[in-house]
Structure formats: structure tokens, C-alpha cells
């Protein structure tokens, strides 16, 4: 459990290279307990590299992170923590949905009572349950990313790190994924979300930083981010997007993927 007083997320000039090229550069930021944290950025931003320092799977070049209270450098503190979802979920053709759900259960040493109430609750939650116990190699990239996203969160972990959540979801099962992500925030998980899809941060984040170029280019409260300093008008959160992230660089991202 994270300390009382601690930031769910706290890092202090944390940078990773690679060889001549800084993937992230001096990234200090502060994130609150039971908050939702929606990271944005361009394609290339740094997004994924800082997640996987965060999470203990890739080692920073210079700089400091604690995450739950534990600096990333013990991942055997740190880890028991977390939850993550990167954008390939880890999961086994081979095995049915229960299955590897009742695997991931057993790696986090949850009671078999406990595991079994949980996972038959997020497949009712998920409308899994007629596909259950059917081979995820049978499954849709909608169907396995919400596998994914149950094994992230199915231990309860004190932060949640989520790569594209929503990837492949039909409009029906996103919206059952933002109402989750939702409900996990209200018992005081922390979220770290990272999506191109800027309405469901508008909607979710407590706050938001923007990546450009392995820089922290803007953070602050969606409305505080929408609000032009000079003159106090309000622009949607992409139109704000766009517009700091064209002024650190030539060329913007796409903000929204394509359907699927």
C-alpha cells in the first residue's frame, strides 16, 4: 500500500537514452493518489518508454521515479503495486479467457475464493462470460485487450498503468471501459492512462501531461489546459493538444485513431 502522505507517481529528472537518441528527457512530475492521470503525446512522444520505467521493465539512463512509494529501482517493492496493460496484452492463445485470468490471479497469490469471485465478476462487467472458457486464440482484439485490461486491475493494485485501454473496443465496450476506469478511481486506485482517444481523458483525467519529443510540454487539469492564458478562451482538449504540441515541433500528431 502506498504511504498516506506519498504521490501515487512521483519522478525527478528521470531520462532514458538510447545510444545518441533521448527517448525521455529530465521528466519530473508529481501524481496524486485515487487520481486519474491521462498522459498524452504524439506517436514517438516517449509515452511507452516512460510507462515501462515506471513499471520496472526498463532501466532509466539518469533520474529518479517512485512509484506506490517505492523507487523503481526495487522492483520487488514496486510490483506487488502495480497493474499494466501495454498495448500487446500478455496473454496466452492457448488458454481460455478463465484461464488466463485464473493464471494471473495466481501469480498475484490471490486467495482462490477471492480470485474466483473477482474474475466472474469483470466477465459479467466485460460481457465475457459465454466466451469464457473459450481459447483466446478464437478471441477478437477487442475481446483479448479486455482480458488484458482484467488481469491489469484483478489484484486491485494501488496504480494502474493503462497503454491504449480502448484499443479495438466496439462503442458499446468502451464505454463499459471508461465507466471501470471510472469505478476504479472511485475506490481510490490510481490510473495512469495513456490513449490518443482525447475524449475519454477530457472525460476521465484529473490531469493531464503532454509528452512531445521525451519532454513534459504541458500538465495542469483538463479545463486549465483548454484555457488560453492570454486571453481565457476555452478550446476543446484536442484543439489544445494540437496547439501545444505544434509549438514544440513541426508536424502534430493524429489525434484519433481509426475505427475498428
Known amino acids: 500500500m502506498t504511504p498516506a502522505d506519498a504521490p501515487a507517481i512521483e519522478t525527478d529528472g528521470l531520462t532514458k ?83 488466463q485470468l485464473e493464471y494471473a490471479a495466481g501469480l498475484r497469490d490471490l486467495p482462490a ?16 462470460l459465454e466466451d469464457a472458457d473459450r481459447r483466446i486464440e478464437g478471441y477478437s482484439k477487442g475481446m483479448r485487450q479486455k482480458v488484458g485490461v482484467i488481469q491489469a486491475v484483478l489484484h486491485e493494485p494501488a496504480v494502474a498503468f493503462l497503454d491504449e485501454p480502448t484499443s479495438g473496443l466496439d462503442p458499446r465496450a468502451a464505454r463499459t471501459m471508461r465507466e471501470t476506469i471510472a469505478d476504479l478511481a472511485d475506490q481510490k486506485m490510481t490510473i495512469f492512462l495513456s490513449t490518443h482517444i482525447l475524449p475519454v481523458v ?49 508536424q502534430a500528431p493524429e489525434t484519433e485513431p481509426s475505427a475498428k
Open 17 to 99: 537514452r538510447y545510444g545518441d537518441t533521448t527517448a525521455v528527457s529530465e521528466l519530473t512530475m508529481s501524481v496524486e493518489q485515487g487520481t486519474v492521470y491521462g498522459f498524452l503525446g504524439p506517436n514517438g512522444a516517449g509515452k511507452t518508454t516512460t510507462m515501462r520505467m515506471l513499471t520496472t521493465l526498463t532501466k532509466p539512463t539518469s533520474g529518479t521515479a517512485r512509484v506506490a512509494g517505492h523507487p523503481i529501482t526495487d522492483r520487488e517493492s514496486v510490483t506487488p503495486h502495480i497493474g499494466y496493460l501495454p498495448e500487446e496484452p500478455p496473454i496466452y492463445d492457448e488458454l481460455t479467457g478463465r484461464e
Open 113 to 128: 475464493d477471492v480470485a474466483s469471485e473477482r474474475i466472474g465478476a469483470h466477465l459479467e462487467r466485460f460481457d465475457l
Open 202 to 250: 477530457d472525460a476521465l483525467a484529473d490531469e493531464i501531461g503532454v509528452l512531445h519529443g521525451g519532454e513534459l510540454v504541458a500538465q495542469g487539469d483538463p479545463e486549465t489546459l483548454k484555457s488560453r492564458a492570454e486571453t481565457g478562451e476555452v478550446r476543446s482538449l484536442e484543439e489544445a493538444f494540437l496547439e501545444v504540441t505544434q509549438d514544440h515541433g513541426e
